[in-house]
């Protein structure tokens, strides 16, 4: 499994391909695969123009993509994201949702969010939890057929307060 807290945080010394390294090491990636790993997970989190800079020195949304291949350099069936987007300005969102698309092709990718448009442009099926109990497990249309996107918000703001979904 691999996880991203909502507040991650690295040295800001190490460059990408530094923290990359010791992301590797962490998740046991043997020896003699971890540099092609690092230069996967380069590739695949669009980090090329980056992997000498120092953490400390990126952006906000290239900073999470880092965080974001640091928890997956090692191809887990499963990954968790807690508030992934929090704090990216709408620019950054967009691109953000791209790695998690990519990010979904090897692993079953969890994304915790408040952010509905989070919900409606990255899952392929919602949990709705309220008071730690599931009141929702479906798809997007399964949850709201009309297919607008501000309905989906009052469907699920409905489903947390324990009304009966319309």
């Known amino acids: 499994m691999g996880y991203l807290s909502q507040r991650t945080d690295f040295p800001g010394s ?7 390294r010791y992301g590797a090491w962490l998740h046991r990636v043997p020896r003699a695969e971890r540099e ?3 230069r996967d997970a380069v590739e695949r989190f669009a980090l090329t123009d980056h992997q000498v800079a120092e953490l400390r020195t990126l952006s906000g949304g290239t900073r999470q993509r880092v965080y974001i ?10 990954l ?5 987007s929090v704090g990216l300005d709408l620019a950054q969102r ?11 092709q090897d692993s079953t990718v969890v994304v915790t969010t408040h952010d509905i448009d ?5 899952a392929d099926r919602l949990v709705v939890l309220a008071e730690g109990v599931v009141v929702f497990n479906g798809t997007v249309t399964e949850l709201d057929a009309t297919g607008d996107r501000s309905n ?3 469907q699920v703001r409905t489903l947390m307060t324990g009304a009966q979904v319309a």
């Open 36 to 38: 092609s790993t690092v």
């Open 14 to 20: 190490y460059t990408v391909r530094e923290a990359l």
């Open 118 to 122: 989070d919900l409606v442009s990255m």
């Open 152 to 154: 989906v918000e009052r």
């Open 80 to 84: 968790m994201l807690d508030e992934p």
């Open 94 to 104: 967009h691109a953000l949702r791209e790695v998690i698309h990519r990010a979904s």
């Open 69 to 78: 291949a640091l928890a997956s350099i090692h191809r887990p069936s499963v």
